[in-house]
């Protein structure tokens, strides 16, 4: 059955987490970094197009769009949410602007009611970097489920884990096929065919029953998650020169990652406290 069946958890995996987030459509990919290149593929983005992107995130934000000849344009953060900053937007739109990129950073929402109506009025994609951030909510609906796409991780630092991997999600049937034929090598569907360039981004059906017994329990990963930052604020709410990023308005974060900032008026430096906290043999960085 390995090759008559290959797909028999991949298939149950892409419609539960399809379910879990919203959307019409989910396809499973081996990792959320060929899940965003296959969706600006799909999205037509290409030589001479430019993406806006926020400043802070992991690179393959910004290596994706590089990989199919666009450029990345920087869009500044909120202090609070750590998120793209939405009133920078409309300084870095130029006519070469073809797609918006947020990232939903360490599991917290990006401004998404902006960032829809900002791009639906120049006519841009939005295509959601929603790695580190499976069950966070913006106005009760999960993120990804916004934009022309939506993409997930699940590296092994993640909410949920299958090694690597990754999904991309959509509402969009014609996009979704387009996706589909090019993370399937360009064949016609249903033949050998092949009638353009492809690629392969597939997840094994090993990876997915992992991922899938995981999805199983979201719910309580998250909770873990929630009460680890409870209690980091509740222990370090007295303590001066640090403040934990926020939440935005009407959103669910889910907190994957605690995150402080130092304030510069503080004396503290980023360095000394990393290497002290290491001493006591507390992870940070």
């Not at 379910?19 to 959320?32: H, M």
Request: proline share 2%; hydrophobic share 40%.
């Amino acid at each position: 059955g390995w090759n008559t069946q290959w797909s028999k958890y991949l298939d149950k995996f892409e419609n539960e987490f399809s379910n879990y987030i919203g959307s019409k459509f989910a396809i499973s990919t081996s990792s959320c970094t060929g899940a965003l290149y296959l969706s600006l593929l799909a999205c037509g983005i290409g030589e001479g197009d430019e993406v806006i992107v926020p400043e802070l995130t992991w690179v393959a934000t910004a290596s994706a769009i590089k990989y199919v000849g666009a450029t990345p344009v920087f869009a500044d953060v909120d202090l609070e949410t750590w998120c793209i900053d939405t009133n920078n937007l409309q300084n870095l739109l130029t006519e070469n602007t073809k797609a918006i990129m947020p990232v939903h950073l360490y599991g917290n929402p990006a401004e998404m009611s902006k960032i829809m109506s900002f791009a639906n009025e120049n006519n841009l994609r939005v295509i959601e970097d929603a790695a580190p951030a499976i069950g966070a909510t913006y106005d009760n609906q999960k993120v990804g489920s916004f934009g022309d796409f939506g993409c997930f991780s699940f590296q092994g630092a993640k909410l949920l884990v299958t090694g690597e991997g990754g999904m991309v999600v959509t509402n969009d049937e014609e996009k979704f096929n387009k996706l589909k034929k090019l993370w399937d090598h360009g064949r016609v569907p249903g033949t050998f065919w092949i009638d353009e360039l492809g690629y392969k981004f597939k997840m094994s059906n090993l990876q997915a029953a992992f991922g899938l017994g995981q999805l199983e329990n979201i719910e309580a990963l998250i909770e873990s998650k929630k009460r680890n930052y409870a209690r980091y604020v509740e222990n370090l709410k007295n303590t001066k020169g640090i403040k934990l990023s926020r939440t935005g308005k009407n959103t669910e974060s889910i907190y994957w990652m605690t995150s402080i900032l130092i304030e510069k008026d503080s004396g503290l430096k980023r360095d000394e406290v990393i290497n002290k906290l290491k001493k006591l043999n507390i992870d940070s960085r």
